[in-house]
């Protein structure tokens, strides 16, 4: 496929990602703005390759389960599961919450592991189908923290202030707001939302250590019902993440990876003298809130 013809297949792949149901050609081609013979030659070349189907509807196109399936092995080979499942469910059952670990994978902050801590009464256990929004979850502004402010701005700017419909409500709706948000994140070592992703909800995330001159590799989040997450319980909660970010960051070989920065972003923190020993960079304790991690 030509550059161009590529482009609108992975739009057509991710437009069906949010109809399982399907969506018939015409309706594929208005929403995507693509002419429908060009439409129906993407969907041609994409079911040719086992991404799309029309199972018992021929009149609807809808994907199958190879770009899932592949997900998983991607994530299977990566070990990522193995080795950090372990801190995540002691996490879990230590706060007797919901938590998730999520990894940027260069383009987008992805769910990758996760474990149920509640027991009993409420249990939250949202879908781990949808892209973290980095602007309007705790687990995204934390990592979005992590950045220099002017790359953290790009990337939201990027995608739009916008939230989806799913969301109840939304905090922060302009460039101003965001950065006024990733200062006090920063401040305070933790992001924090309160009924932004899931009406009754509360979140709160920290990015996993990395040391000096390394780009935060992802995030560790707690969610759970607003009535087991106030203040006091999250003076505890909070501790107890930081301490799973940092066993993290000690058994998981990828963070240690020297993320590569364009040269605008390089921090102005001058270079160990050879020999030195890196230092790790500690979160501050605090208290916190949210829903979609």
């Not at 590529?6 to 018939?24: I, K, T, W, Y």
């Not at 439409?39 to 199972?55: E, K, N």
């Not at 301490?243 to 270079?271: G, I, N």
Request: aromatic share 6%.
């Amino acid at each position: 496929m030509s550059g161009t013809l590529l482009e609108r297949a992975l739009d057509v792949v991710e437009l069906l990602v949010d109809h399982p149901e399907g969506l018939p050609l015409s309706e594929i081609a208005r929403l995507l703005n693509i002419p429908k013979s060009a439409t129906h030659r993407i969907l041609s070349h994409l079911g040719r390759r086992g991404y799309v189907g029309q199972p018992g509807d021929l009149e609807r196109y809808r994907l199958n389960l190879k770009l899932a399936a592949l997900g998983l092995r991607f994530v299977s080979r990566t070990n990522v599961g193995d080795i950090c499942q372990p801190v995540i469910d002691r996490l879990a059952q230590d706060t007797g919450e919901f938590v998730r670990l999520a990894l940027w994978d260069g383009a987008a902050l992805t769910w990758v592991a996760k474990a149920q801590g509640a027991q009993h009464g409420l249990r939250y256990d949202p879908d781990m189908g949808y892209p973290v929004v980095l602007h309007a979850t705790a687990t995204g502004r934390v990592w979005l923290g992590t950045l220099p402010e002017r790359e953290a701005v790009r990337l939201v700017r990027q995608r739009g202030f916008d939230v989806p419909e799913r969301f109840p409500k939304q905090r922060i709706k302009d460039e101003a707001a965001l950065l006024a948000e990733l200062r006090l994140t920063r401040k305070r070592g933790y992001g924090m939302a309160v009924e932004e992703g899931e009406p009754g909800t509360a979140a709160v995330a920290v990015a996993i250590e990395t040391g000096e001159n390394y780009r935060s590799p992802g995030t560790l989040s707690v969610a759970g019902p607003i009535v087991r997450m106030q203040p006091e319980r999250l003076k505890e909660i909070v501790p107890l993440m930081q301490k799973a970010s940092h066993e993290l960051s000690e058994l998981w070989p990828l963070t240690r990876m020297r993320q590569d920065t364009p040269p605008e972003f390089t921090s102005p923190v001058p270079k160990q003298k050879k020999g030195a020993a890196s230092k790790k960079v500690k979160s501050s304790n605090g208290r916190a809130v949210s829903r979609n991690m």
